[in-house]
């Protein structure tokens, strides 16, 4: 059984600010780092657990230096850098048999998702469907025929992605009030969910599909600032 995980960070418990998500929050930066790791490896103990023999984690988030590989579980492998051509899901292919989404945050506009966005547009559109990073994410899992399993975020974040992946397993770890305030779990609490979650999801792999996105495609992005779309002009 082998196991891809992609990373973000604003879905974990705990992160509430840019602060958190920046190296330049410096104190704060070390603290989201730290919450983070705690959380994937969690995930990837229940995977573990469940009889996964095979674990990849990409670091996903900003530069993509923010998982500490001294930290991090001795029996996943990690990929990290900000240059690579599949961004928040390289590595993935058809080789693997589920996916897991760890850290994963709302589309932009979700009154109550922590730290929402989506990339950096501000909407991004496939075939008409506003789609998140979740969305777009597994829809690359789903080119390859690799299920996304296990989303673990806030409550928007597991909201949104039963719109894409209705059957997958959710973990909620924190209750958004707006998006720079919300309510999370204690990261012990947080971490038991997601293992548990992480084992459930590997158990009944067999029941979950592939996110497969109809073509031909048509992709639209309703951006932030004028010059970024003079940019994309070019």
């Keep these: 059984m082998k196991v891809y995980i992609s990373v973000d960070m604003e ?8 602060l958190h998500l920046v190296p330049d929050g410096g104190s704060e930066f070390s603290l989201g780092c730290r919450l983070l790791a705690g959380e994937v490896n969690a995930a990837i103990e229940g995977a573990l657990a469940a009889g996964a023999t095979e674990i ?3 670091d996903g988030h900003e530069e993509m230096r923010n998982l500490n590989p001294e930290i991090m579980h001795p029996d996943a492998r990690l990929i990290q850098g900000k240059i690579k051509p599949a961004h928040m899901v390289e590595g993935l292919d058809d ?21 929402n966005h989506t990339f950096h547009p501000y909407t991004f559109r496939c075939n008409g469907d ?12 789903g080119y390859y025929g690799v299920p996304v399993v296990l989303v673990v975020g806030d409550d928007a974040a597991i909201r949104n992605a039963r719109e894409t992946l209705p059957d997958h397993v959710g973990v909620s770890v924190k209750r958004g009030i707006t998006r720079l305030a919300g309510e999370s779990l204690h990261p012990e609490r ?7 979650g992480a084992k459930d ?10 996110h497969r996105v109809s073509t031909p495609v ?11 779309a003079d940019v994309a002009s070019l």
């Design 56 to 58: 990849v984690v990409n």
């Design 201 to 210: 999801a590997i158990a009944r792999v067999s029941e979950f599909q592939p």
């Design 95 to 115: 080789s693997f048999d589920a996916a897991f989404f760890v850290g994963y945050h709302a589309p932009s506009g979700v009154p109550d998702g922590v730290l």
């Design 190 to 196: 947080a971490r038991d969910l997601i293992r548990q």
């Design 218 to 228: 048509t992709v639209e992005m309703d951006l932030y600032f004028s010059q970024q």
């Design 11 to 18: 879905g974990t418990a705990g992160i509430v600010d840019e």
């Design 130 to 141: 506003v789609w998140g990073e979740i969305a777009f994410n597994a829809s690359v899992a």
